[in-house]
């Protein structure tokens, strides 16, 4: 059965606002539109919508998933091409995962450092505060355990 944008919005959870960008934008170049302009979806087009939307969520350009999308129309014959497109965008998730897995553990050292502040009455990174340790101490401690 065919759906509005709105059908696959409910279904989806991307915005209608999104899909249409990614209309215009030539994303689904498979979309059946009638004589006033809506556009309805069959299910295999909202496959494709959810696709995209984990295409854009792993940091892929539109230009790219535009390419790739004229590849996948062109059949088995692009698979290699595809293949490496993805395996490719795997390992930018891969190298931002690592960069948010650094951020983690900056965030738990801070999150450690507060509470401990706040259990033992001590602030030893403020300047002005009469337990302060310096940065150097504060850039060791966090050395120790690994953070940069």
């Not at 062109?74 to 595809?82: E, F, H, N, T």
């Not at 990174?125 to 940069?148: H, M, Q």
């Amino acid at each position: 059965m065919a759906k509005t944008i709105i059908d696959v919005e409910k279904q989806t959870g991307i915005s209608s606002r999104t899909i249409r960008f990614w209309l215009k934008k030539g994303l689904f170049p498979f979309v059946e539109r009638d004589k006033n302009g809506v556009n309805y979806f069959s299910d295999r087009d909202v496959e494709w919508v959810i696709w995209v939307d984990c295409l854009r969520k792993t940091g892929m350009s539109i230009e790219k998933i535009k390419h790739y999308i004229a590849l996948a129309a062109k059949g088995k014959s692009s698979a290699q091409l595809r293949l490496k497109m993805i395996e490719e965008q795997k390992e930018a998730v891969k190298a931002e995962i690592k960069k948010l897995e650094e951020i983690d553990k900056k965030l738990d050292y801070k999150i450690g450092y507060y509470k401990d502040m706040l259990t033992n009455n001590e602030d030893t990174i403020n300047p002005v505060s009469s337990t302060y340790e310096g940065v150097d101490s504060f850039r060791s401690k966090a050395k120790a355990i690994g953070l940069r």
